[in-house]
């Protein structure tokens, strides 16, 4: 029997106001991994009011020191990568090996950031009058309270806290209910690098309620949301009532656009690293494949022959490249846009079901699979899929697929494959995305800016860019 995990509040170890309980399982096997105490609003009030009386003094405490309490935490986290990964792979089917990146990518977005804690620089600026001086001061925004998903249990949590604490802000952060034993962990290592109590506080429970309290809690000056544009929009629209700073990484669409002079070879594995991994489950997949049409047959042949090679299974056995779905509704919504996609006319070159037999009959699986003749009626052309699924059309002329390609509601990620070097300056300049890969399925890089335009987002996280997202800017005046 697993013991039951809880919340971590002003420095303990705490239960839900309301002793209710949640069940965390292995979307893989079915089987419980872990028990966790389940709060509500009453617990986020608690987390929030910690929170507030730790903010005075570790904002002023010296960026020196906060540097400190990070860069342990970023050696804590590296020394702690297999357990960590290995809570990732159970709780939500994520194959080890890439758990184990993205719990690396955490360490280092720790780092990072104990590193940029020092680097809060204000400004002088030469006044209009001799007889005064304007002096910029960078402060932090206060108690700040972040939401994240399931896909990356351990990254989000760190892209959020970390540039917060670094600023000086204290944080509450609410987890994903699917996998709350990753956020756990990390916050055991938060408490062995000896943060002052209140200064991380973790919260676990109902997302509306706690959602509700974060937003109507003065005390919360800053919002910081990653997940569904849907939810998305309810945040922006509630903090509007306080007139809190909000930012928001939210769903994506990306086109992934194969020019004729593309190397094929590369394009396959690019697309292979932006659709697949994590089964399909990131903001910045591949949802919309366009491919020139006069290579359009070699590159289908060998994207199936890739995919064709496979392994399908459980995230922590050897040799696993795509692991299940997240819960039984994911995968009903992915089989639900390959039917549609399906009864419309589009053809399946591989895959294009639920796998059910011996070791997949308890978990979440769908075969990864490759469509063609796909148009833009399909669902699959509209929606984000969050599944390894990639539909395939044809383009002819780089105007047309710009245009094809901008014709979105969201503007998270986009991919080009060309060794044409001016084609690669101008689609870099006309796609309508906060993030473009050219000849690079993989971006994402912790120095690098991450964020969505449109209704993919607003702000950035990642690099020095995350930190103005936790100051405010503070102008002084000084008559002498
Ligand atoms: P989601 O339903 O929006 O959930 C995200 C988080 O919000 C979870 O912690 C969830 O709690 C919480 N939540 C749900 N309803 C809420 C409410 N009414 N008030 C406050 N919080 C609420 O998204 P998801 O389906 O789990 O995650 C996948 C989505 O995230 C996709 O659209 C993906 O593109 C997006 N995403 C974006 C980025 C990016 O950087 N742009 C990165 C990763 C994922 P519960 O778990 O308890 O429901």
Known sequence: M?????????????EATKSRTLEVTNPATGEQVGIVSFGDGADAARAIQAA??????????????????????SELVRNNKKELAGIVSAEMGKPFGEALGEVMGAADNFLWYAEEAKRVYGETIPSTFPNKRIMVLKQPVGVVAAITPWNFPVNMVARKIAPALAAGCTVVLKPAESTPLSAIHLFE???????????????IGDPESIGQEFLQNRRVRKIGFTGSTRVGKLLMEGAAQSVKRISLELGGHAPFIIFEDADLDEAVQGLFDSKFRNSGQMCICTNRLYIHEQVAEAFTAKLVERVHQVKVGDGRERGVEVGPLV?????????GHIEDAKAKGAKVAVGGNRLTESEYAKG???APTVLTNVTTEMKIWQEETFGPVVPITTFTSEDEVISLANNSQYGLAAYVYTQNNGRCFRMAESLEYGIVGINDGSPTQTQAPFGGVKESGIGREGGHYAMEEFLETKFVSFGI
Do not use: Q
């Not at 507030?52 to 935490?73: E, G, I, P």
């Not at 408490?191 to 109590?197: L, Q, R, T």
């Not at 819960?327 to 089989?335: D, M, P, S």
């Open 364 to 366: 979440f699986f769908c």
């Open 327 to 335: 819960n039984e509704a994911a995968l009903t919504k992915v089989l």
């Open 189 to 203: 290592l938060i408490e062995e690098a000896g943060f002052p109590a209140g200064v991380a506080n973790l919260v």
């Open 2 to 14: 697993n013991e039951l995990k809880k919340m971590y509040i002003h420095g303990e170890w705490t």
């Open 52 to 73: 507030d009386m730790a903010f005075s003094s570790w904002s002023k405490m010296t960026a020196a020191k906060r540097s400190k309490f990070l860069y342990t935490l």
